[in-house]
């Protein structure tokens, strides 16, 4: 018989879900904006508006042509992932600690994870801005990186970069990055809280994540703009704890229901350094 675990071990579970998540922390959770996403469809839709032609002289007694507002649907499938772990009554009394929620902290951080990993795969297989041909990372990489989006810069406009833990060094060596004397560099760069190693340009985070980021010998930089990577969730991480009477053991199950998307292709600029 499967019973809800009491709401403690979901908290417990999803703290480690919010603390685990650094691709996530870069997307926007759409799912309040879709109707009716957690009854039912395998199938979530993405609309975004296209933008519109540029501004025209205007000529006295011409009637100016209006542009026709239109939208491009984005498509992702919804994926349903879980894990399980299995708490025997002789650990469970032997061990120190509360097992299940050690347990349960355990099972949060592998749904995390395979969340991150699906947004990083959506990264690097639509994003129109891609130089894999680095073989090292420097200041001046990380700052071609960013020309990419032209005049559209300001620090608000961007979610924060995204890079794999092999890169962290080459941040740790960039005195554009780490000098505090410097006015675009930030206080506490190089201390590490919850993935965030500081702050590029002052205030643009950047997350260290291993979750999908290293591939063919690449490690992955991501810098990613607000809005152009999305995430819903039709069912939320969530924990059942079943007892196997039995086998005098507890199954604790976890799972979630998610589609991921890059919805502006042109909104994330990367990189594969190796």
């Known amino acids: 018989m499967a019973i809800i675990v009491p709401e403690v071990f979901a908290d417990v579970m999803n703290s ?22 957690t009854t039912y469809g395998d199938t979530v839709h993405f609309p975004t508006f296209d933008r519109i032609g540029n501004a025209t002289v205007v000529t006295k007694g011409t009637a ?17 992932v879980g894990n399980s772990v299995r708490i025997y009554d002789k650990e ?23 969340a991150d990993a699906d947004l990083v795969a959506s990264i690097l297989a ?18 071609a990186a960013f ?3 032209g005049d559209d810069v300001d620090n608000d406009t961007f979610a924060g970069i995204l890079i794999n833990s092999r890169l962290r060094s080459a941040f740790m060596g960039m005195s554009a990055f780490t000098d505090a004397t410097k006015t675009y560099a930030a206080n506490g760069n190089g201390i590490i809280k919850d993935g ?9 985070p950047v997350y260290v994540s291993n979750n999908g980021t290293y591939n063919n010998s690449k490690s992955l930089l991501a810098i990613v ?3 152009a990577l999305g995430v819903i969730w039709q069912q939320i991480p969530s924990i059942e704890e079943e007892r196997e009477a039995k086998l005098l053991c507890t199954d604790l199950v976890a799972s ?7 919805l502006h292709a042109d909104g994330v600029s990367v990189l594969e350094v190796g």
């Open 92 to 114: 469970a009394t032997q061990v120190k600690g509360n097992m299940k929620d050690r347990m349960a902290r355990q099972l949060g951080e592998t749904l995390a994870q395979a």
């Open 16 to 37: 480690a879900l919010g603390v685990k998540l650094r691709a996530g922390r870069l997307a926007t959770d759409y799912t309040d904006l879709v109707d009716d996403i």
């Open 196 to 204: 965030i190693i500081g702050y590029w340009n002052g205030t643009i």
């Open 126 to 143: 639509e994003a129109t801005y891609k130089d894999s041909t680095l073989t090292a990372l420097t200041q001046a990489d990380v700052d």
């Open 147 to 149: 020309d990419v989006f």
């Open 256 to 262: 979630e229901m998610y589609a991921t998307k890059l």
């Open 225 to 227: 703009k607000k809005d």
């Open 64 to 80: 100016l042509v209006p542009n026709a507002a239109s939208m491009t649907d984005n498509q992702a499938t919804i994926k349903q």
